[in-house]
């Protein structure tokens, strides 16, 4: 049982940048793998950014890479997204996931726990 809660979210012109924030619940949030997903209206939800549990290696997805940078700090139970250049396609609901660490980072079904999602509108 993990509960994450994100923050951040809002109304940003297009080029600015905003950093969402994650918060966990419990001791043992150095044990997953933490990911950053975004869903678009009438779009699949897609995987942007995760990180191991050690924070030593990081996915991207192609979208961002460059723009986003994921972050953890175990210390503070916390994940963080950092979105820099955004663009109007970046607008929609951003959620927090937490799966289970292993190799792996980018498979859909190792993120068992969610967030609630904050809204990211991006304008011109």
């Known amino acids: 049982q993990v509960q994450l809660v994100e923050s951040g979210g809002g109304l940003v012109q297009a080029g600015g940048s905003l950093r969402l924030s994650c918060a966990a619940s419990?001791?043992?949030?150095?044990?997953?793998?933490m990911g950053w997903f975004r869903q678009a209206p009438g779009k699949e939800r897609e995987l942007l950014a995760a990180?191991?549990?050690?924070?030593?290696?990081?996915y991207y997805a192609n979208s961002v890479k460059g723009r986003f940078t994921i972050a953890r700090d175990n210390a503070k139970n916390t994940v963080y997204l950092q979105m820099n250049s955004l663009k109007l396609e970046d607008t929609a609901v951003y959620y927090c996931?937490?799966?289970?660490?292993?190799?792996?980072?980018?498979?859909?079904?190792?993120?068992?726990?969610w967030g609630q999602g904050t809204q990211v509108t991006v304008s011109s």
């Open positions: 996931a937490a799966g289970r660490d292993t190799w792996f980072l980018a498979r859909d079904n190792q993120y068992d726990y």
């Open positions: 419990g001791r043992t949030f150095s044990s997953y793998v």
């Open positions: 990180i191991s549990g050690s924070g030593g290696r990081q």
